[in-house]
T-cell receptor, first 114, second 112 residues
Framework: GQQVMQIPQYQHVQEGEDFTTYCNSS?????IQWYKQRPGGHPVFLIQ?????EVKKQKRLTFQFGEAKKNSSLHITATQTTDVGTYFC??????????????FGQGTILTVHP | DGGITQSPKYLFRKEGQNVTLSCEQN?????MYWYRQDPGQGLRLIYY???????QKGDIAEGYSVSREKKESFPLTVTSAQKNPTAFYLC???????????FGPGTRLTVT
């Protein structure tokens, strides 16, 4: 079945440093979604990418979708303590028997030291 | 106030007992989902439903059952056949399976 791998598993940064997490799918994706989960909380949707090579920005966050629609990245510029949490990518498989099934990566746990 | 509610927040059961987790949404979403999250791990899909009276198995459906008799409700039963039921259970909904998912606050189930 479809697998979505996310690296790194953990990232510790000093406040003000940049952060990037990478996501790779074993199959071509219809779209990819990114979520953030604060400690003790539930996942909250950040963004969805649909087009090959798409790049979207939300303030200090930049999201990219690969040309082959099999990989994606999230980059945070100048991290702040409010960025702390676990960032998940989730891929929706393009066609096949698993239509409608969103597969989550393992997540990257971001710690920001003030 | 629209959203997804899950109850209870914490649930304790003895081994061998079935337990049903509640999930209700008033967002008028067609699709609903159940995920399991273990410490330090991602979300694993248990079951999902694209529309009322229909549901599909996810990656880890063994030992679980669901029903979708109403659009607003998607209860999950953790049966005694589930070998390691202690986990954090998250319910979500979306307009359709292609759209972003909205998550409930979760139920933390402990079975001893």
């Amino acid at each position: 079945g479809q697998q979505v791998m996310q690296i790194p598993q953990y990232q510790h940064v000093q406040e003000g440093e940049d952060f990037t997490t990478y996501c790779n799918s074993s199959t071509t994706l219809s779209n990819i979604q990114w979520y953030k989960q604060r400690p003790g909380g539930h996942p909250v949707f950040l963004i969805q990418l649909v087009k090959s090579g798409e790049v979207k920005k939300q303030k200090r966050l930049t999201f990219q979708f690969g040309e082959a629609k099999k990989n994606s990245s999230l980059h945070i510029t100048a991290t702040q303590t409010t960025d702390v949490g676990t960032y998940f990518c989730a891929g929706l498989e393009a066609g096949g028997t698993s239509y409608g099934k969103l597969t989550f990566g393992q997540g990257t746990i971001l710690t920001v030291h003030p | 106030d629209g959203g997804i509610t899950q109850s209870p927040k914490y649930l304790f059961r003895k081994e061998g007992q079935n337990v049903t987790l509640s999930c209700e949404q008033n967002l008028n979403h067609d699709a609903m989902y159940w995920y399991r999250q273990d410490p330090g791990q991602g979300l694993r899909l248990i079951y999902y439903s694209q529309i009322v009276n229909d549901f599909q198995k996810g990656d880890i459906a063994e030992g679980y059952s669901v029903s979708r008799e109403k659009k607003e409700s998607f209860p999950l039963t953790v049966t005694s056949a589930q070998k390691n039921p202690t986990a954090f259970y998250l319910c979500a909904s979306s307009i359709s399976v292609r759209d972003e998912q909205y998550f409930g606050p979760g139920t933390r189930l402990t079975v001893t």
